[in-house]
């Protein structure tokens, strides 16, 4: 291995420890206990190391959404994967999204909450955040002609309920039965777009 190969791979393992321990004092304490100097003291490395990696505490948080992006993609395709049916896999997508965002809140803030620097539904996305639309499309794609409106909206509603019963808003015990309106408004207007024709 050179010199440039091993430095490289030191790197990336630094800057997987940095992103593994905020995300882990997330989980336990929240973001605001996410300091470059809190990390720095976790996995004791100087601040001017973790700054050589990331400009800012923002980045960090970028690079646990992005993680967070890559495992949604695959709990979407997990969920979607093996069902019977497209509206029981429009289901399935839905429920496995809400328990996404419920059993890791921490990451989920990352993703959608917390300011960063990521870009959505631009020239310069992600491929790992273009991923997890891509396969929150592919179960809405049989339900409409505007893949990219319907799969937004349909994003956007899951969102929406996922962060209003997150923070306490709505009842928690009706999410299927909310969950089964979304999946229902899709099929209603599935049926209204071919009955007009378009």
């Known amino acids: 291995m050179s010199i440039a190969e091993r430095k490289g791979r030191q790197r990336a393992e630094r800057e997987f420890r940095i992103i593994a321990a905020a995300r882990a004092i997330a989980e336990r304490e929240g973001w605001n206990a996410v300091t470059i100097r809190r990390l720095a003291e976790e996995i004791e490395y100087s601040q001017p190391v973790l700054y050589s990696h990331f400009e800012n505490r923002d980045a960090i948080v970028a690079a646990v959404a992005i993680e967070g992006f890559q495992e949604l993609t695959v709990a979407i395709q997990e969920a979607a994967h ?3 049916g497209q509206q029981n896999a429009l289901e399935h997508v839905a429920m496995a999204y809400f328990d996404f965002a419920s059993g890791q809140p921490a990451l989920y803030e990352a993703m959608f909450i917390l300011p960063t620097d990521l870009r959505f539904a631009e020239a310069e996305t992600r491929p790992e955040l273009r991923a997890a639309f ?8 049989p339900f409409c002609d505007d893949v990219e409106l319907v799969t937004e909206t ?3 509603a899951l969102h929406g309920l996922a962060e209003l019963e997150r923070s306490g808003r709505i009842r928690p015990g009706a999410r299927v039965e909310r969950i089964m309106l979304v999946v229902r408004a899709l099929l209603v207007f599935r049926n209204n777009s071919h009955d007009s024709g378009s």
């Open 82 to 84: 093996g069902t019977t």
């Open 134 to 141: 891509d396969a929150m499309a592919m179960v809405v794609t």
């Open 154 to 156: 349909f994003w956007a």
